[in-house]
């Protein structure tokens, strides 16, 4: 890459730096947009700020929203009396976009891993203690990897003595892994074959 110019070069670092963007992809993104219409080059820099700006997380739940709090939260049709933990924002989307679950959502911002220093005040735990008023139930959908398991064990102790009824997930997910990778129709079976955590 010696011989790119040095714009072009930065470029395909940034652009290396997105998830799923390799060394090879990034080249030939980078080498798309330099010869690019200079509108159509515009017009993405501008989306992806807009995007950025306008875009952030709900106060109550942790989602994705432009509005506070997120349509989710303050969507009247949804069960009050169930929440979902999830690991991510994305899993919030991924689990509503199954039409599995009518209740509401509530992002953690990851999971507990004390070899990554990620203690489980770092996590929007306290928060969730503070919305179990009128929550009959609570899924733990989370992943089923190591750390996934070990948050859920917390959270199902940590959580037990609220008279709230703590459930988690079927596995029907693949062991090891998020929400992410999970495909709707698992994702139902995932939550209908939901159980009680003793
Ligand atoms: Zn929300």
Same mark, same amino acid.
């Given at each position: 890459?010696?011989?790119?110019?040095?714009?072009?070069?930065?470029?395909?670092?940034s652009?290396?730096?997105?998830?799923?963007i390799?060394?090879?992809?990034?080249?030939?993104?980078? /080498?798309?947009l +330099?010869?690019s219409e200079?509108?159509q080059?515009?017009?993405?820099? &501008?989306?992806?700020?807009?995007?950025?700006?306008?875009?952030?997380?709900?106060e109550?739940?942790?989602?994705?929203?432009?509005?506070?709090p997120?349509?989710?939260?303050?969507?009247?049709?949804?069960?009050?009396?169930?929440?979902?933990?999830? &690991?991510?924002?994305?899993?919030?989307?991924? +689990?509503?976009k199954?039409?599995?679950?009518?209740?509401?959502?509530? +992002?953690?911002?990851g999971?507990?891993?004390?070899?990554?220093?990620v203690?489980?005040?770092? /996590?929007?735990?306290?928060?969730?203690?503070?919305?179990?008023?009128?929550?009959? &139930?609570?899924?733990?959908?989370?992943?089923?990897?190591?750390?996934?398991?070990?948050?859920?064990?917390?959270?199902?102790?940590?959580?037990?003595?609220?008279?709230?009824? +703590?459930?988690?997930i079927?596995?029907?997910?693949p062991?090891g892994?998020?929400?992410?990778?999970?495909?709707?129709?698992?994702l139902?079976?995932?939550?209908?074959?939901r159980r009680?955590?003793?």
């Amino acid at each position: 890459m010696a011989s790119l110019p040095d714009p072009i070069t930065r470029l395909i670092s940034s652009l290396g730096q997105l998830p799923g963007i390799g060394p090879r992809s990034a080249e030939r993104l980078a /080498l798309f947009l +330099v010869q690019s219409e200079s509108g159509q080059v515009k017009q993405l820099a &501008e989306s992806l700020l807009e995007a950025r700006e306008r875009i952030g997380f709900c106060e109550i739940c942790g989602s994705l929203t432009e509005s506070q709090p997120c349509g989710l939260c303050s969507d009247s049709e949804r069960e009050t009396h169930t929440l979902c933990v999830v &690991e991510t924002a994305v899993d919030v989307i991924n +689990v509503d976009k199954s039409g599995a679950f009518k209740g509401l959502f509530h +992002v953690l911002g990851g999971k507990i891993s004390p070899l990554n220093g990620v203690e489980p005040e770092d /996590l929007r735990i306290a928060e969730l203690e503070s919305r179990l008023k009128g929550v009959e &139930e609570i899924i733990l959908a989370l992943g089923t990897d190591v750390e996934g398991e070990a948050t859920s064990n917390y959270l199902a102790l940590r959580l037990k003595d609220n008279g709230v009824t +703590v459930s988690r997930i079927a596995h029907g997910l693949p062991a090891g892994s998020g929400l992410e990778y999970a495909d709707d129709l698992t994702l139902v079976h995932a939550l209908e074959g939901r159980r009680e955590v003793q």
